[in-house]
């Protein structure tokens, strides 16, 4: 947040018939598979069937599974989604890093595109250019410079594109860390399955981080 202090946000996406009510379950473990989180709301999806919805999680510094479930009881239909997230622990984390974020933009506009928010889907069409962001987060006594590299690879696990960033200063801080929001242009793709993979070094420790997505 704007203090500096760590925040877990759930930006969660349904679908479904128009006018029905969705129960939604939203759900965090820590490491020791013990619930921290555990909420369930009822929603109503509006004439386009479509709706998101923002939850902040108040979760301290560890590591966690994130579960969501939802389902419209209406046409007996259930799904589910599930992630890890990284916490920062304020008092001692070194590094700490984000998941990483795809975000869509038309590849049709010639003119520059500023980055877009990150979006809940993992299918993106040929005529969308892509760009992915991870935050950064370091403490004060390590404020070298830190490496992002990042490699996006098809699925035979051939090397479609590499990326790379060094953080040399802080665009955020607080009196805990520095916060650095790193977007990197993956640019068009053709039709396949990917996955992203992403490494943030800051010479002493080490995070990676991944996500697969598909174009069709």
Do not use: C, W
Not at 14 to 25: E, F, H, K, Y
Not at 60 to 85: I, W
Not at 168 to 179: C, E, H, K, P, R
Request: hydrophobic share 40%.
């Amino acid at each position: 947040d704007a203090s500096g202090s760590p925040q877990v946000v759930a930006q969660i996406g349904v679908a479904g018939p128009a006018g029905s009510d969705v129960d939604i379950l939203i759900a965090a473990f820590d490491d020791q598979a013990r619930t921290v989180v555990n909420r369930r709301t009822t929603l109503m999806l509006p004439d386009s069937g479509k709706r998101e919805i923002v939850e902040t999680l108040p979760l301290e510094g560890g590591h966690y599974e994130v579960r969501v479930g939802a389902g419209v009881k209406s046409v007996n239909t259930y799904g589910s989604v599930h992630g890890h997230v990284q916490v920062p622990t304020r008092t001692s984390d070194a590094l700490a890093v984000s998941g990483v974020f795809l975000s869509p933009h038309s590849s049709l506009v010639s003119a520059p595109v500023p980055a877009s928010a990150p979006t809940l889907r993992s299918t993106f069409s040929p005529t969308e250019s892509l760009d992915a962001t991870v935050y950064v987060r370091r403490s004060r006594d390590r404020d070298g410079r830190v490496a992002v590299t990042a490699s996006v690879v098809d699925r035979s696990g051939r090397l479609v594109s590499s990326l790379e960033a060094v953080l040399a200063t802080s665009d955020g801080s607080s009196d805990d860390g520095m916060v650095d929001r790193v977007v990197l242009p993956i640019g068009v793709l053709g039709v396949g399955d990917y996955t992203i993979r992403a490494e943030v070094s800051d010479g002493q420790n080490i995070e990676r981080r991944e996500v697969p997505f598909s174009v069709k």
